[in-house]
């Protein structure tokens, strides 16, 4: 016998529009939040903030209730790495936040993340100069930098697993640019999306001997990557979402949901659709 793959769900045109719009929810939601965080806020309270403006849009959040999840938005500070269940952690200056957003529209789903540096008055920028915590924020670039590594992939390779292994040669170009030791988690993988939250197929961060299912037009992903400051181990709280480092070291998340069409690529989570992100990669998205 064969073993076939899992079907993946290939979107129309008309479809990967409707997801753009659960995108761009899923992109004012998470500026909202940057932009509100400050020192002395609990990640409730961010919760809150996510909550209303996905409200406001007229859509639904993809997280509440989620297998039993009880809120709107993931937030993950410091060791924590992904899954973290808002509530009554009181944010401080120095601590490195990453928020994890989805949202629904008329059933198509977008899905997002990203990573900062709380200063006194709120998010620092990502690419401040002078900023006085310069491993975090090398960390949250990082981080950053190899999710848009492995979008472009998606725009000139030829199968999924190209993903992983644009990734894994970032975090690595960047640990030696910055002379730090980087740890990629491989427990937790970024994903397909559409009509669910999770579908096929899964989008390692890491090259593998398997390199996927071949990139076919109307493909949307999940490229999530998740960078630590030590090793790639990680565990799960009791509460049985929040995975944290094995280790204790921070940790940063970033990612968007991409859709594969005619002639490239483009970002629907993302105001842009990419273009930003990936000109360092000499890509352009393609527009909708």
Request: net charge negative; hydrophobic share 45%.
């Amino acid at each position: 016998m064969f073993r076939s793959r899992p079907r993946i769900e290939l979107k129309s045109l008309d479809q990967v529009r409707l997801m753009r719009r659960a995108g761009l929810v899923v992109a004012d939601a998470l500026a909202t939040v940057r932009a509100a965080a400050r020192p002395g806020m609990t990640t409730g309270d961010l919760d809150v903030v996510a909550a209303g403006a996905i409200a406001e849009a007229g859509a639904e959040p993809s997280f509440l209730g989620y297998h039993g999840f009880p809120a709107s938005i993931c937030t993950s500070v410091n060791e924590e790495v992904v899954h973290g269940i808002p509530g009554r952690r009181v944010l401080a200056a120095g601590d490195l936040v990453s928020v994890d957003c989805g949202a629904v529209v008329e059933g198509w789903h977008g899905d997002s993340a990203l990573s900062f540096l709380l200063g006194e008055h709120g998010a620092v920028d990502d690419d401040a100069p002078g900023v006085a915590d310069a491993e975090g924020q090398g960390l949250v670039r990082t981080t950053r930098t190899a999710m848009w590594a492995g979008i472009a992939a998606l725009a000139e390779g030829r199968r999924v697993g190209d993903v992983g292994v644009a990734v894994e040669a970032s975090v690595e170009l960047s640990a030696e640019l910055l002379g730090a030791e980087y740890g990629l988690v491989e427990e937790y993988t970024g994903h397909g999306i559409g009509t669910a939250m999770h579908q096929p197929p899964d989008v390692l961060n890491f090259a593998a001997t398997d390199r996927g299912p071949r990139l076919r037009p109307g493909m949307c992903l999940a490229v999530e990557p998740m960078v630590t400051l030590g090793g790639p181990g990680t565990d799960v709280l009791p509460d049985g979402w929040t995975v944290v480092t094995t280790d204790g070291s921070r940790a940063a998340h970033w990612e968007h949901t991409v859709a594969v069409v005619d002639g490239g690529v483009a970002v629907l989570t993302a105001h842009d659709l990419g273009a930003a992100g990936l000109e360092p990669f000499g890509v352009r998205p393609v527009p909708l």
